[in-house]
């Protein structure tokens, strides 16, 4: 067995100016700076950047980072588990539960295993595959939400709450705004109406829709949409259910929906006082990012003997894991750090 500090001293991966960098594979994951190969996890704004020479990611993930880039964009999509040879490692893709084509990217080399997580989540989506334990050695695991106080209810839960508020705006003849981000959120959002009722009908802004469509080519089950563009003029929302990203919040476009109540749904929703200070009506906790629970379980369901939170709560969490007898050290990104899709 390979020493503790062996893996400090001689990391697979670790931060240069561009991003996270595998010396040994010549590639970057995530960059946000310009790399000549990037192994992207998934098409969050946040992960996929334009600049890099050539990118791979997971099967499911091609589509959208090609509407995201470009489609000029040289990709190339793996299936999940295959492994792929980059410089002296290989290179695998495995779900990470987060939204359609998410992938922790595993990396081998010399015998020794990491795994970056990228954005990852436990709980149950009907848009993706769920997450997959991978035993390594390191684990870079993402910590958006590492405090104790975020614990999250099911999706379907959340999509009840949702399904309720519509149908005490349809009695009050009112539009049902709800933003989300466009890619990942909303898609969960109405394949969980969906498994709820059916029979239901949304209404979506251009940038939902666009997306909407690439997740249905890949025959995620969804409630009906209609695309809200000129066809859509003169119409009146009163009872519908509106699905726009938060960009749209308290711009022109949303004049059209008079009287309408609004909502966010979002992981953000669970902290005090965030949905009044956004103006929101209603506030929806739902994240695809894990909870507090299950950000240290999955560290010590994969064996790693060496954690690197990065994004977010990274103190807290390696603190708790440290007391817990898992080593951990933070790993931070001065370059980037935003709010980030959740
Ligand atoms: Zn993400
Ligand atoms: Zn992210």
Sequence with gaps: MVALTDLTTQPILELDKVGLRCERG????????????????????????????????AEEC????KQRLGPETKVTGHKYGDRFRLGDTIVSFHPAGHILGS????????????????????????TCAPFEVVPCDVFITEATFALPIYRWESGAETARQILEWWDSNIREQ?????????????????????????????????????????????NIDMIDTTLINDETKGKN???????????????????????????FASGWM?????????????????????????????????????ALPTHGG?????????????????LRATAFEGETED
């Design 103 to 126: 992938a922790q990217v595993r990396v081998e080399c010399d015998g020794i295993v990491w795994v970056a997580s990228g954005d990852y989540k436990r709980a149950e989506d009907p």
């Design 62 to 65: 091609l589509p959208l980072i």
């Design 26 to 57: 010549g590639f970057h994951i995530d960059p946000w700076g310009d790399a000549a190969v990037a192994v992207i996890t998934h098409a969050h704004g946040d992960h996929a950047r334009l600049g890099s020479g050539f990118y791979h990611c």
């Design 174 to 218: 009112r539009p049902s705004l709800l933003f989300c981000y466009a890619l990942g959120k909303a898609q969960r959002v109405l394949a969980e109406i969906k498994r709820l009722d059916p029979s239901r009908h949304a209404y979506l802004h251009g940038a939902v829709h666009s997306l909407t469509e690439l997740y249905r080519r890949q």
């Design 314 to 330: 990274v103190d807290v969490l390696s603190r708790y894991l440290n007391e817990q007898g898992v080593v951990a050290t933070p």
């Design 270 to 306: 669970r902290v005090r006082g965030a949905r009044r200070r956004r103006g929101y009506d209603r506030g929806f906790i739902l994240s695809d990012h894990a909870d507090w629970p299950d950000l240290v379980r999955t560290v010590k369901e994969t064996g790693a003997r060496l």
């Design 237 to 263: 929302f009163a009872g519908e259910l509106i699905l726009a990203p938060p960009s749209a919040y308290r711009s022109p476009w949303m004049k059209r929906f008079k009287g309408a109540d609004t909502g």
